[in-house]
């Protein structure tokens, strides 16, 4: 018999990833709030992470033997608007999660970003100061420093910029950008941005690998890349034209949550435990020629 999994954040984009990587091994229990998932081999649940009565329930009825927390309010801009329905569930609902799993003694792991960190540095490792500039990246700092003051056991994952497959129900930056090439758009992309971008599969086949760690790991890409140069590849991998992309600078766009201008992370600690993410191309690839999944 599988062992039963519970991914909270299963209607979302990384939670797409979570429910295909995760199925081969084991029973998916998947949360979802406001939208579904078409995906048979899951089991789909209803919940709002904010009731912390119905979570909990579902947990005790379950009886997972790890969950996965990746529900947040991932929308930075969302958040600097809307402090405080996206400190409910991006702070609070995880307090209350990662004690319903320390209570039962359950696996726990926790997506944080790469947002924790200013980006005047790049490179980060895990036990670097943190200091992020926007209330997305502070809430997800305040709610790592929860966790591990909780439940010191729970896994705690460092996750960054992410591509993925272009499905409905999972929306990423690649879809939109592959749709204005296609239309011939020009687009604008920051050239002084640098992320160690990753494939979301490769994060997802990651956070799977290293379910029973304990403390904090920074899962990402083996390469740092600037947005421009991220989208140099991706129109590379979809045969589409390169010279509408346009190498802009983000100091001339002003956005409601500032952005950090590197915020790539070291793995060394995550390669050491087996993690073996596809590199971008690779995972471009995939992508392009339907075999992602
Ligand atoms: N995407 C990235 O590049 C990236 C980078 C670094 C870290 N991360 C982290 O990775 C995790 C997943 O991110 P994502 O990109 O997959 O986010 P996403 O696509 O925005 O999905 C967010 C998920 O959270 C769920 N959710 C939100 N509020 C909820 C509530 N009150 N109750 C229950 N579920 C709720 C949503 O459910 P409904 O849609 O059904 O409402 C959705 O399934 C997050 O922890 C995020 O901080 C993501």
Same mark, same amino acid.
């Given at each position: 018999?599988?062992?039963?999994?519970?991914?909270?954040?299963?209607?979302?984009?990384?939670?797409?990833?979570?429910?295909?990587?995760?199925?081969?091994?084991?029973?998916?229990?998947?949360?979802?709030?406001?939208?579904?998932?078409?995906?048979?081999?899951?089991?789909?649940?209803?919940?709002?992470?904010?009731?912390?009565?119905?979570?909990?329930?579902?947990?005790?009825?379950?009886?997972?033997?790890?969950?996965?927390?990746?529900?947040?309010?991932?929308?930075?801009?969302?958040?600097?608007?809307?402090? *405080?329905?996206?400190?409910?569930?991006?702070?609070?609902?995880?307090?209350?999660?990662?004690?319903?799993?320390?209570?039962?003694?359950?696996?726990?792991?926790?997506?944080?970003?790469?947002?924790?960190?200013?980006?005047?540095?790049?490179?980060?490792?895990?036990?670097?100061?943190?200091?992020?500039?926007?209330?997305?990246?502070?809430?997800?700092?305040?709610?790592? *420093?929860?966790?591990?003051?909780?439940?010191?056991?729970?896994? /705690?994952?460092?996750?960054?910029?992410?591509?993925?497959?272009?499905?409905?129900?999972?929306?990423?930056?690649?879809?939109?950008?592959?749709?204005?090439?296609?239309? *011939?758009?020009?687009?604008?992309?920051?050239?002084?941005?640098?992320?160690?971008?990753?494939?979301?599969?490769?994060?997802?086949?990651?956070?799977?690998? /290293?379910?029973?760690?304990?403390?904090?790991?920074?899962?990402?890409?083996?390469?740092?890349?600037?947005?421009?140069?991220?989208?140099?590849?991706?129109?590379?991998?979809?045969?589409?034209? *390169?010279?509408?992309?346009?190498?802009?600078?983000?100091?001339?766009?002003?956005?409601?949550?500032?952005?950090?201008?590197?915020?790539?992370?070291?793995?060394?600690?995550?390669?050491?435990?087996?993690?073996?993410?596809?590199?971008?191309?690779?995972?471009?690839? /995939?992508?392009?020629?339907?075999?992602?999944?």
């Amino acid at each position: 018999m599988k062992k039963k999994l519970i991914i909270t954040g299963a209607s979302g984009f990384l939670g797409y990833h979570l429910l295909r990587m995760a199925s081969a091994d084991w029973d998916v229990y998947g949360i979802t709030h406001s939208k579904g998932f078409d995906f048979k081999s899951a089991a789909a649940i209803n919940c709002d992470i904010r009731n912390y009565i119905e979570l909990g329930n579902f947990i005790d009825d379950i009886e997972p033997d790890a969950v996965i927390h990746a529900a947040a309010i991932s929308d930075a801009n969302f958040c600097e608007q809307n402090k *405080e329905l996206s400190n409910d569930v991006n702070i609070e609902a995880t307090k209350n999660l990662a004690g319903i799993c320390c209570d039962f003694k359950i696996p726990f792991s926790f997506t944080s970003t790469d947002l924790v960190f200013d980006g005047k540095q790049g490179m980060y490792k895990e036990d670097d100061a943190k200091n992020s500039l926007s209330v997305y990246g502070e809430q997800k700092s305040i709610a790592e *420093e929860e966790v591990l003051r909780i439940y010191p056991e729970a896994t /705690l994952l460092r996750l960054p910029l992410m591509f993925g497959a272009q499905e409905a129900s999972a929306t990423n930056y690649l879809q939109k950008f592959i749709r204005q090439l296609k239309k *011939e758009e020009e687009v604008y992309l920051f050239n002084d941005e640098y992320r160690s971008v990753c494939g979301a599969r490769s994060i997802a086949d990651g956070i799977l690998k /290293l379910i029973n760690n304990t403390g904090i790991i920074h899962l990402a890409g083996k390469e740092k890349l600037s947005r421009y140069e991220f989208g140099l590849k991706a129109a590379k991998a979809f045969g589409l034209d *390169e010279s509408l992309l346009l190498s802009s600078s983000q100091k001339n766009v002003k956005m409601a949550a500032p952005r950090p201008a590197d915020v790539s992370l070291d793995i060394s600690k995550a390669l050491s435990f087996g993690f073996a993410p596809f590199s971008v191309d690779e995972e471009l690839k /995939l992508i392009a020629t339907h075999k992602y999944f």
